[in-house]
Every structure is written in structure tokens, then in C-alpha cells.
């Protein structure tokens, strides 16, 4: 499941997990269950909407449609996205793509979903402005930053994922390779030499057996 699945941070991914359940806490959620007063101001920080239900502050709005518009024209698609987070889950789940580039596909809906909601809390309790084109390299900034952490054989550097994304992602699948030729070595050393051990044991035995043998006068 591409929410748990994935190389971001456990908060951020228990965040995606609340977006699948539809549990996050938006204004219009706790007007709902009564922590906001009815006349409460629930409207999207971002259009101007008068509610910002999950899918809408996440997916739908204007503002952060053209996020995702973005961010999946980076990647090099330029495809049409179910309109419900839970739908875009399953959907960016079960895409199918080479199992080294996933390393960096699985990461993206979380920094966005992520991004987006720091974004607005940031412009409803800090009076901050919203601004489109530094939501978009921060959420490119938090892409490189998870999957470096991950993967700490990566030879490309944070810029070279921000600004050169197909580089980065053949820069992977090498270092994806690199570690399972390593692992295989290093499987390969383990066998040979409980192989030398068990010979060597043998011989010991075997030593051990003539050394008992009564000596024949
Ligand atoms: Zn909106």
C-alpha cells in the first residue's frame, strides 16, 4: 500500500494514512463535530472556497490541482488523476512502473499530500500567504531528502533530483543494483567460507579419528 510503502518519515506516513481514512482534522471536519462553533469561518485558505473538505485542501482546489498537475509533469506524465485522495492511493498504488523508479513513485503522493497541509496550516494559524511556486520546490526538496535518507548509496545529490529527475531515477536503479550485488558477494563469502569451516571441521574429525586409533605394535 503506497501509503505505508514507502521511504517518508512515520508521522508523514501516518498523515497519509488519515487522508486514506478520511480522518484529517480540517476546519470543516471540526465544525462538524462540533469543536468549531457553527458560524466558524471553514473556508479554503487557498480559494477561497467556502468549505475545505479532505479532497478538496488535498486534491481538488484549484490551487492544489495545479500542484499535482506539476508535480506529475516532472515526472514526465501527463495523465488525468481520480478526484478522491483514497481513489489517488489505490491508483498511484497499482500503477505499474520498473521496481527501482517506485522507490521515488511511492514518495510522491505523501510529500505532496503532506506539503499541501503544512502549507495551509502554515497560512490559517501564521497568517502566511500562499505561494504556489515554493510549495512546489518544497515539495521536490522533501522527495530527495526522503529517498537520500533511504537510500544512503545514492551518488546524486538533492539538486540532481529537484532539477534533473530522470538522471536520478537511472541514479536508482545503480544504486539499487549496487546493493543487491552486494548482498549477493556477500552471501556468496558466507556460503564459501561455512563451506571451508565444515571442511576444515571434517579434517579436524578426521584427524582426531586417526590420533584415537590404537597404534598396532
Ligand atoms: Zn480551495
Known amino acids: 500500500m503506497v501509503v505505508w510503502n514507502n521511504c517518508a518519515p512515520p508521522k508523514v506516513k501516518f498523515f497519509g494514512w488519515l487522508t486514506w481514512q478520511g480522518k484529517v482534522k480540517t476546519s470543516s471536519f471540526l465544525r462538524r463535530i462540533g469543536i468549531l462553533a457553527a458560524f466558524a469561518n471553514v473556508g479554503c485558505v487557498f480559494c477561497q472556497n467556502e468549505k475545505e473538505p479532505v479532497n478538496h485542501i488535498l486534491l481538488s482546489c484549484p490551487f492544489v ?26 491508483w498511484w498504488s497499482f500503477y505499474k512502473m520498473k521496481k527501482t523508479e517506485k522507490l521515488l513513485w511511492m514518495v510522491v503522493p505523501l510529500a505532496v499530500l503532506w ?8 497560512c490559517v494559524f501564521n497568517g502566511s500567504q500562499p505561494n504556489f511556486e515554493e510549495l512546489c520546490e518544497v515539495v521536490k ?3 530527495a531528502l526522503w529517498a537520500q535518507s533511504f537510500l544512503t548509496k545514492l551518488e546524486f545529490s538533492i539538486n540532481d533530483i529537484v532539477f534533473n529527475l530522470p538522471q536520478a531515477a537511472v541514479g536508482v536503479l545503480a544504486a539499487a543494483r549496487c546493493l543487491v550485488i552486494g548482498c ?9 567460507l561455512m563451506g571451508l569451516i565444515v571442511v576444515q571441521q571434517k579434517c579436524l574429525g578426521h584427524n582426531l579419528v586417526m590420533q584415537q586409533q590404537p597404534v598396532v605394535a
Request: proline share 2%.
Open 65 to 90: 490541482w495545479l500542484l499535482w498537475s506539476k508535480i506529475m509533469k516532472w515526472w514526465g506524465f501527463q495523465r488525468v488523476m481520480p478526484n478522491l485522495v483514497e481513489g489517488l492511493l489505490q
Open 184 to 192: 549477493l558477494a556477500m552471501g556468496l563469502f558466507v556460503v564459501q
Open 141 to 143: 526538496a522533501r522527495i
Open 115 to 122: 506539503s499541501t497541509w503544512k502549507h495551509r496550516n502554515d
